[in-house]
C-alpha cells in the first residue's frame, strides 16, 4: 500500500502561479513513477504531467510549458509548479503513483480555482 498526502492548490487569478506537493509513504519501493492528474466538472480525468524516480517526465498537452513536474527521490515527493495559469486549468488535481506491480494509488484530490 502506498498512501498520498498533497498540499498546495487554492485560488488565484489567471496568469498567476501556484505550486502543489504530494508526498507518498508506505510501500515507497515499490514507486515506478508519480504524478498528477486533473478533473474539471463534467469532464474525464486527464493527465497533468508524470515523473520517474529517473526523472523522465511526460506532460498532458495543455500544460505543455507552463507547467513543470520535479521530484525529490529523498523525501518521496513530487512537485506540480503551475505557471501562467488560466480559467481553463481549474479543476481538483490528484497525485497519483504506479507501481512496478501496474497499481495504481490516487491521493484525495485538492482543488485548484483560477478566476479569470
Known amino acids: 500500500q502506498v498512501q498520498l498526502v498533497e498540499f498546495g492548490g487554492g485560488l488565484v487569478q489567471a496568469g498567476g502561479s501556484l505550486r502543489l506537493s504530494c508526498t507518498a509513504s508506505g510501500s515507497i519501493f515499490s514507486i515506478n513513477d508519480m504524478g498528477w492528474y486533473r478533473q474539471a466538472p463534467g469532464k474525464q480525468r486527464e493527465l497533468a504531467a508524470t515523473?520517474?524516480?529517473?526523472?523522465?517526465?511526460n506532460y498532458g498537452d495543455s500544460v505543455k510549458g507552463r507547467f513543470t513536474i520535479s521530484n525529490d527521490n529523498a523525501k518521496n515527493t513530487v512537485y506540480l509548479q503551475m505557471n501562467n495559469l488560466k480559467p481553463e486549468d481549474t479543476a481538483v488535481y490528484y497525485c497519483n503513483v504506479h507501481t512496478f506491480y501496474g497499481v495504481n494509488y490516487w491521493g484525495q484530490g485538492t482543488q485548484v480555482t483560477v478566476s479569470s
Open positions: 515523473i520517474t524516480r529517473a526523472g523522465s517526465t
